[in-house]
């Protein structure tokens, strides 16, 4: 988390705008190291669970790097490749073809990814697998904080805001309307290349499949959800099917980060 954050410091240096607010992300940095100091004494649930916290402090710090303006230029390469899957290989009208059944779950997919932590960590404590809470965390940490920090060289909007007329869903759930008022409030500006949604579910199944291997059913399962929410991110145009691809391949070097701690 320490390396993580320190990279976002330095990185700030070519992309703020004024160079004046470098600080911000400097003090960020060492705060984060200030409480990691601080839990790294104390062998308590709080620290199981405070990268979770960590994680949604680098996503909001994502934001600082949101361009004054956006010319789009990578979207309109994007889009062209979600419309021909959308519409010539009809994934659309597929996942419309039963009314609202498919549509309300993969937006229950999309919304629940924020749970995917918790619900990882609960898997290991039921489990009693708190001892390999460390593993977990290297495989979700790896996959997602890796996302974050190639967002300020993609600078990008969601395809449901630079293409607000085209190619939205023809069903619309309760459950949709909740998932674009949660992004319209809280959501960041600064990119959405690669999908963090796709890599940190797929990251938490590579971490279960490795802290908890003697019930492959769990980390399957997650596996199966993170591929949902690959698909729900494309089909509601959160993300562009190449942010989805790049959240599942940026996912993978959880993977090698695992293999580098077990030496």
Known sequence: MILYFTYVAVTAAWFFSPITEIWKPWALAAGVAAVIYFLSRHNSVVRDFAPAAFTLAAYREMNWFTPATHDH?????WVTWDRWLLNDYHLRAA?????ALFPSYFELCYMLVYAVAPASIAFLFINHRRDRMN???VAYLTGTLGAYALFPFFPSEPPRTVFPSADFPNVVTDLRQLNLWIVGGYGIHSSVFPSAH???ALS?????AAAIPDRPWIARLMAFYAVSVAIATVYG???YA????????ISLVGIAALKFDRR
């Open 73 to 77: 230029h990578l979207e309109r390469v």
């Open 95 to 99: 996942i419309e073809s039963l009314g």
């Open 135 to 137: 593993t977990f965390w």
């Open 198 to 200: 796709v890599s940190s």
């Open 204 to 208: 938490a199944a590579w971490g279960l």
């Open 237 to 239: 145009r959160y993300h």
């Open 242 to 249: 190449a942010d989805a691809v790049a959240g599942i391949v």
